[in-house]
Antibody, heavy 117, light 107 residues
Framework: QVQLLQSGAEVKKPGSSVKVSCQAS????????INWVRQAPGQGLEWMGR????????HYAQQFQGRVTMTADKATSTAYMDLINLRSEDTAVYYC??????????WGQGTMVAVSS | DIQMTQSPSSLSASVGDRVTITCRAS??????LNWYQQIPGKAPKLLIS???SLQSGVPSRFSGSGSGTDFTLTISSLQPEDFATYYC?????????FGQGTKVEIK
């Protein structure tokens, strides 16, 4: 059974960057797609983009183009989401989620990222 | 980009009630529609994929229907553990998108 374990909470200053990790266990990592979804406090779910570990291609939502990079390390079965130039509006819980046919069937536990001066 | 609109945004219901949530897509998405349940403080959980396919382990009181632009999630007899927020999500084309959510509260 696939499990996704995310890195711990982060507190960042505006203008800085954050890198969140998502380690998979229980299945062949390279066979599926990892998505990143975020949820601001009290708000809904926002899809940020996805990475296909093989061949390592990322697709990003337009509003994050230029600020986000998604990567995958097949050797450690870990996906990463790197967000730069942080602003207060980026304060949110960030989830990784496996998708099959673009339905998110396995989720990480979430990583809280707080951006504050 | 495809926009997803849920209604209502919130509802109050009692245990045992039949509950219906609607999701509308801004264009035809065939049956590329998924439903999720989110309990506060937890990650979302996939309930239904491709409009009507119940995920393994999800109680049969949950059902989904629809195609094209209009979809429905129905809970036939609301249970205490069903009080949560429900989201639809289109998987027809990029960018993938969620509805704004429907919060189901206790009456």
């Amino acid at each position: 059974q696939v499990q996704l374990l995310q890195s711990g909470a982060e507190v960042k200053k505006p203008g800085s960057s954050v890198k969140v990790s998502c380690q998979a266990s229980g299945d062949t990592f390279s066979r599926y797609t990892i998505n990143w979804v975020r949820q601001a406090p009290g708000q809904g779910l926002e899809w940020m983009g996805r990475i296909i570990p093989t061949p390592g291609i990322g697709h990003y939502a337009q509003q994050f183009q230029g600020r986000v990079t998604m990567t995958a390390d097949k050797a450690t079965s870990t996906a990463y989401m790197d967000l730069i130039n942080l602003r207060s509006e980026d304060t949110a819980v960030y989830y990784c989620a496996r998708s099959r046919s673009d339905a998110f069937d396995v989720w990480g536990q979430g990583t809280m990222v707080a951006v504050s001066s | 980009d495809i926009q997803m609109t849920q209604s209502p945004s919130s509802l109050s219901a009692s245990v045992g009630d039949r509950v219906t949530i609607t999701c509308r897509a801004s264009q035809n998405i065939a049956t590329y529609l998924n439903w999720y349940q989110q309990i506060p403080g937890k990650a979302p959980k996939l309930l239904i994929s491709v409009a009507s396919s119940l995920q393994s382990g999800v109680p049969s009181r949950f059902s989904g229907s629809g195609s094209g632009t209009d979809f429905t999630l129905t809970i036939s007899s609301l249970q205490p553990e069903d009080f949560a927020t429900y989201y639809c999500q289109q998987s027809y084309s990029m960018p993938l998108a969620f509805g704004q959510g429907t919060k189901v509260e206790i009456k």
